[in-house]
């Protein structure tokens, strides 16, 4: 199945609340997992000197975890949309663990205008990302970016979902998704579903373009990780 593109911004307030308000607190909860396990097996502690960045933000999720897992580092979330960045500023703000996420900051930029001088006072220690590579239309512009903000010790580590063979595969997680969310966040699943990226897509692009560094692995039947150092 051909890759369809979608938007790279979710900028539609009624997007933005439908993504929010769903419960993907599970996949969240192990993403964390995987990078602690990931960094424990590399042997690397992060503290006070260390910065961790979550690109394609969203309205925070994934940034907050990270704050409370690693308590004594700064982390800072980005994303190219107003709506999720004032939603995920909202949500810090009421947030239960609020004491917690004094580490933590957000900044609204497009991921393919930043660069580690203009935005940060020190380097990356952990580039995160979740569900961002297929909102990219040309994966040049995704590992651009990553390679533009890490240093020699950044690690990367940025899970995806994986784009199924055919539209009877599509159409069958469409229906699972609909089961358990609305109209609004089942329709935008399933075109991430189609401008997703296969695993040959991105192990290839890795491989033809001086990223041999960065690991690619199929995690289970529906998510891509890349992971490593650029």
């Not at 609340?17 to 590399?42: H, P, T, V, W």
């Not at 308590?71 to 994303?79: F, M, R, S």
Request: aromatic share 10%; charged share 30%.
């Amino acid at each position: 199945m051909e890759r369809i593109p979608e938007p790279e911004l979710m900028e539609e307030r009624e997007q933005v609340i439908s993504y929010d308000e769903a419960d993907f607190s599970e996949g969240e909860a192990n993403l964390i997992c995987q990078i602690n396990y990931y960094l424990l097996r590399k042997n690397i502690s992060l503290g006070e000197k260390d910065l961790i960045v979550d690109l394609g933000c969203g309205p925070g999720n994934i940034s907050e975890k990270l704050a409370i897992k690693w308590p004594n580092t700064q982390v800072i979330g980005i994303d190219g949309s107003k709506e999720m960045i004032l939603r995920a500023e909202y949500n810090k703000n009421i947030s239960n663990d609020q004491k917690k996420l004094k580490n933590l900051r957000y900044i609204c930029s497009d991921i393919k205008d930043i660069k580690s001088n203009n935005f940060f006072k020190k380097k990356i220690s952990l580039l995160v990302s979740n569900s961002l590579i297929h909102h990219i239309t040309n994966l040049q512009d995704f590992f651009d970016t990553i390679r533009s903000l890490s240093s020699n010790f950044t690690v990367n580590f940025h899970k995806d979902l994986k784009r199924p063979l055919d539209e009877k595969s599509v159409l069958e997680l469409k229906t699972q998704c609909a089961s358990k969310y609305n109209e609004i966040l089942t329709n935008d699943y399933y075109a991430s579903l189609k401008a997703s990226y296969t695993f040959k897509e991105l192990k290839n692009f890795t491989l033809e373009n001086d990223l041999s560094f960065l690991d690619v692995f199929e995690d289970g039947d529906k998510y891509l990780i890349v992971y490593g150092n650029v």
